[in-house]
């Protein structure tokens, strides 16, 4: 089955450390997306990858980090540096930038929770 | 700055009601406007609007876009329990080759049986 996946679905950390999610595709989508979704505010960019080793910040890339060695994976690591990153975290992938889809799929989810 | 607005935020409603949601933005380089249903965990994707005053249809649900007044609505008849959800509502902001969406807050829709 083709889909998109993050790991693991609940995570819990104590302030201070950094913690890395997890997003793997096999959908063959040359673009990968991060989002941050809180209560009352929808979803927001966090960062975003058209192709592999190259990505750009989105809308609230500070206190994150992202990498984007293989097409498949595209990991967020969510630095000591995010104030509040306590969140529940979205992957989404879309189609190739030869043909640009704008409709994302997206996978299950991270719940983080930082204490 | 490029914006979506949703609204109601919440909604309840009983089951056999009919409901719209609706979805208004202001964005530079419009270039579709999505819909997506979230209840547990992933959206999923219900609709892609690119040109006005065509409607798109699945079963109950059916939507709409009006590229002049910058707005869709997304209609829900004969409601069940199953349609109680978060529905998101995005616009594709087409900067160069980039795929980016921009969502709106959600409607929080809750169906009562």
Redesign the interface.
Known sequence: DGGITQSPKYLFRKEGQNVTLSCEQNLNHDAMYWYRQDPGQGLRLIYYSQIVNDFQKGDIAEGYSVSREKKESFPLTVTSAQKNPTAFYLCASSRHREQPSYEQYFGPGTRLTVT | EDK?VQSP?SLVVHEGDTVTLNCSYEVTNF??L?W?KQEK?????LF?LTSSGIEKKSGRLSSILDKKELFSILNITATQTGDSAVY?C?V?N?GG?????I????TLLAVQP
């Open positions: 979506v935020l270039r579709s999505l997506y965990k992933a959206p999923t994707f892609m998101l995005a594709a087409l080759a980039t795929n980016k969406l969502f709106g807050t959600g």
